[in-house]
């Protein structure tokens, strides 16, 4: 592998777990651990989706989504419906207590973000998003 290659990810790798670090912290302030804190977040995005539909967006396996769904729902943060028309699909609403919660992840989501993108260029953006693209293509033909 070249030294640009290595040096690469390496650096990506340097990114990432920073990102994870901080994103960590901010949810522990809010007393919820990463793992909730996101799920939280991608049900105020798409309330009343399917525990499915979650469990892709979060890239996690139904087991594990079962648990933190759980733990959600015993914090009052979450409940499971039936879907109408289909009583094996569950989806999933914020409760009211909930929504405060999700809306200061939101914040501090977009504030790192925020500081993270500080100033570099929106076509620098656009160019690494295809990289980061192409490269997960190429993972996933070779697993193919």
Known sequence: MS???RRFLDLSFKFLRDMRKRYD???KSLDMTLSRARALQRIQEREGLTQTELAEDLQIETPTLNRLLDKLEQSDFVERRQMDGDK???CIYLTEPARAKA???ATFSAGIRRQAFDG???DDI???TRLIEQLIANLEKSQA
């Open 103 to 105: 809306d200061q992840i």
């Open 3 to 5: 030294d640009e290659r």
């Open 126 to 128: 656009r160019a690494a």
């Open 120 to 122: 570099i260029d929106p």
């Open 88 to 90: 094996r699909v569950r």
């Open 25 to 27: 912290t901010e949810a």
